[in-house]
């Protein structure tokens, strides 16, 4: 109990900087709103412009929420995936569910071009290609499932995972090799990732695969403490491995899919958020770590979104460049500073 009580204030400072990183986020944009008139759009209260409430409860609020769901998933994801193959360079992409995800938006966008006149031009819009990647992931997570089930060595099932990765990413190239320039234009631009398309009924959906996930996690915490000390560890203790993976893949893939399908592959959250984590709470206890990492998660990105969207411009950069070039050296510094990876 003593230790839980020690990382109280970490999470209460990490949650009152969660709240300001949302206010931020929503106040800025092309058109300037200060922020004390977001904070009071978001409660309620008046507004000097009317027009600044529709604002942000159209456009902005739901563009932050959207990177709040994502950061959280990507980083919960990513720390399943490390803790289950005992690889730091482990994301959640190690299983191919986000190619997959890809190779479906690519079969519709790519596709399309195959199909005359306007039922082609009918069928391609951000609810299809949606769609298009729930589908491509969840068979590729349905795949990976069954592999899983087949075969006893977790090291195997990584090196199938990837090539998983590898055929679907493939296929998107050949895609790429026949498609229309105009086609390939937009699968590139979905390619980048994008937080701010979705509608409310979007975000509901993609709040309950996240939470359904969420969950499916908190009930493998024990076999991911168990994991981190070796498998044969966890059969001491217990713990079914065969259970344990396919909990953990299921998990994995819930968040992972999800996020890819409704906001394209959003790179590097995944892989550092755990690290960053671990680095800061100097731990790895699964129940620290897992209410750590949803929080980290979604405030690096809520911050990443804050600079991509250039305050006071209409241009908004590609979420997955800023991500990169702001996360990275973060994460190089923490490495050099602390001169050890905790895992």
Known sequence: MQRNKTYRLPFLLLSLALIFCLALNA?????SI?????????????????SWRYIIWNYRLPKALTA???????????????????????????????SGASLGAALLIMGASLLSGWFGTLLLTDVSVTIAS???????????IAVAGRIKDTMALLIIGLMFGSITTAVVSVLSYFSEAE????????????????????????????????????????????????????????ISLKKSRFLIILATGLLAGSVTAFAGPVAFVGLAVPHLTRQIFDT???RVLLPAVLLYGAILLLLCDTLAQLPASAYV???????????????????????????
């Open 27 to 31: 106040s800025l944009g092309s058109v």
């Open 34 to 50: 200060p922020l004390k008139d977001t904070l009071s759009a978001l409660l309620g209260g008046p507004l000097e412009q009317e």
């Open 68 to 98: 709040l769901m994502v950061g959280s998933g990507l980083s919960l994801s990513g720390l399943l995936m490390q803790t289950l193959f005992r690889n730091p360079l482990a994301g959640p992409f190690v299983l191919g569910i986000s």
């Open 134 to 144: 729930s589908v491509g992931s969840l068979l590729v997570l349905l795949a990976v």
């Open 183 to 238: 086609q390939l234009r937009q699968y590139i631009f979905w390619s980048y990732g994008s937080l701010g398309h979705l509608s409310w009924p979007q975000l509901a959906l993609l709040g309950s695969v996240l939470t359904a996930g969420v969950l499916l996690s908190v009930l493998a915490i024990k076999p991911l403490n168990g994991l981190l000390l070796g498998e044969h560890y966890a059969k001491s203790m217990g």
């Open 284 to 286: 790895t206890d699964h």
């Open 317 to 343: 950069l590609p979420i997955n460049a800023i991500t990169s070039i702001i996360g990275a050296p973060v994460v190089i510094w923490l490495l050099l500073r602390k001169r050890k990876m905790i895992f």
